[in-house]
Every structure is written in C-alpha cells, then in structure tokens.
C-alpha cells in the first residue's frame, strides 16, 4: 500500500517504538492497528501506549475522609490575603471628544482634472 520506501519507513518506525516500550505493549499496538484496518505507524504508537498504560499499576482511588496532602506539612500556617484597595476616586475629567474626526466623513477626495 504504501510502496517500497514509504513501507519501509513505516516498519522503521513501528521497531523504533521498542527503544521506548515494552515487545508486548508494541505487539498489542500492532494487533489492535490491524483490527482497526489501519497501517499507520502514528495509530501502531497510540495503541502501544495504550496498552502500556493498562498494565501499570492505577493510582489508588482517593479517600473521601483523608486530609488533604497540604495538612501534613510542618509549621504550617493560616495566610490571610491582603485588603484590598478602596475605590478608585470618581474621575472629574470631561469625557473625550471625537467630533474632530468627523471632517473625515465630510472631506470629498479632489477631482483630478
């Protein structure tokens, strides 16, 4: 399907996952692509890791009645955030004009002659 050079490089690039994963979770990779009716290397790699993740061990589930992992912590101590400003002062500037920019609507461009 995909030629000489491009099936070539695909396969390279499937044995390289080994550097990084385990025979068996590549093996699964390469399984689960061809169920899939792909050849894609891209899809070979996603499945491999897929796999590899399944047989870790998963992260233990969290206790409702734990204290949270910060209560342990030595010399801990209750912070209180600073006040904040009070309001800014009412702004007694007069509002901003733009009626200088209307000569732009009214300008007509020369008539070149």
């Known amino acids: 399907m995909h030629g000489d050079a491009a099936g070539t ?8 996952l080994h550097r990084r994963m385990p025979a068996e979770a590549v093996r699964s990779g390469m399984s689960a692509a061809i169920k899939a009716g792909s050849i894609s290397p ?11 993740s399944a ?5 233990p589930e969290d206790d409702g009645n734990d204290p949270p992992p910060w209560a342990d912590i030595p010399g801990g101590q209750l ?18 004009s733009v009626d200088i920019y209307d000569q ?3 300008r007509h461009p ?4």
């Open 110 to 113: 020369k008539s070149s002659a």
């Open 55 to 59: 047989t870790r061990d998963p992260e």
């Open 104 to 106: 732009l609507l009214t």
């Open 9 to 16: 490089r695909a396969l390279i690039e499937v044995l390289l």
């Open 79 to 96: 912070l209180t955030l600073p006040t904040r400003r009070p309001e800014l002062p009412e702004d007694n500037r007069p509002s901003p």
């Open 42 to 52: 891209d899809v070979v790699a996603i499945e491999a890791r897929k796999a590899e």
